[in-house]
């Protein structure tokens, strides 16, 4: 069973759109939630951080987790061009804290 | 604001070479990571590193590669007998006691 699914787009939405990209996970204990975003030739950025369920707001961005579902989420309000890259979830585990990815949305907002 | 340096950012190598990939983490920084990513597939864990030894490794993180932290600032990651199938962007990583982990821009290496 794959353990962090994540749709890779791409996604193209008109400047000022909300966007919405999702993730599944297969492992219910799972509990540490990242968003990271990666503009080309550039390593990920960590966006967002959400511990167990619940939603988290940073600005234009807001962080979702659904544990029964087993769904998280990122939205982008207002969406800049400047927002356009890959977005990546990724779940932190273990005591190591190493991070299982999903496969990255591309995304692309267009003036 | 500091950041995470790795070199070179493209290697090019001939299947059964080695290769040394080079990061330099965050100078206070504890906690160092590999992390690869083949093109078009996910970004997979490769070994995790703490207090001069390895912390976990994953399943690919075979008897080929090896890690070290010769000089107290500079993290290495070694490929010996490289294979076409180890082309890939190899990030270095790294964090202090917290979760964030902070990313290099990676190198891209290609094995011809």
């Known amino acids: 069973q794959k353990e962090v699914e994540q749709d890779p787009g791409p996604l193209s939405v008109p400047e000022g759109a909300i966007v919405s990209l999702n993730c599944t996970y297969s492992?219910?204990?799972?509990?540490?939630f990242m968003w990271y975003r990666q503009y080309s030739r550039k390593g990920p950025e960590l966006l967002m951080y959400?511990?167990s369920s619940g939603n988290k707001e940073d600005g234009r961005f807001t962080a979702q987790v659904d544990k029964s579902s087993k769904y998280i989420s990122l939205f982008i309000r207002d969406s800049q061009p400047s927002d356009s890259a890959t977005y990546l979830c990724?779940?932190?585990?273990?005591?190591?804290?190493?991070?299982?990815w999903g496969l990255g949305t591309s995304l692309a907002v267009n003036p | 604001e500091p950041e995470v340096t790795q070199t070179p950012s493209h290697q090019v190598t001939q299947m059964g070479q080695e290769v040394i990939l080079r990061c330099v983490p965050i100078?206070?920084?504890?906690?160092f990571y590999w992390y690869r990513q083949i093109l078009g597939q996910k970004v997979e864990f490769l070994v995790s590193?703490?207090?001069?030894?390895?912390?976990?490794k994953s399943e690919i993180f075979d008897d080929q590669f090896s890690v070290e932290r010769p000089d107290g600032s500079n993290f290495t990651l070694k490929i010996r007998s490289t294979k076409l199938e180890d082309s890939a962007m190899y990030f270095c990583?790294?964090?202090?006691?917290?979760?964030?982990?902070?990313f290099g821009p990676g190198t891209r290496l290609t094995v011809t």
């Open positions: 990724a779940i932190q585990t273990g005591n190591n804290r190493k991070l299982i």
């Open positions: 492992n219910s204990a799972f509990q540490y």
């Open positions: 959400t511990y």
């Open positions: 100078s206070n920084h504890l906690y």
């Open positions: 590193f703490y207090n001069n030894e390895i912390s976990e």
């Open positions: 990583a790294s964090r202090q006691s917290s979760y964030e982990q902070y």
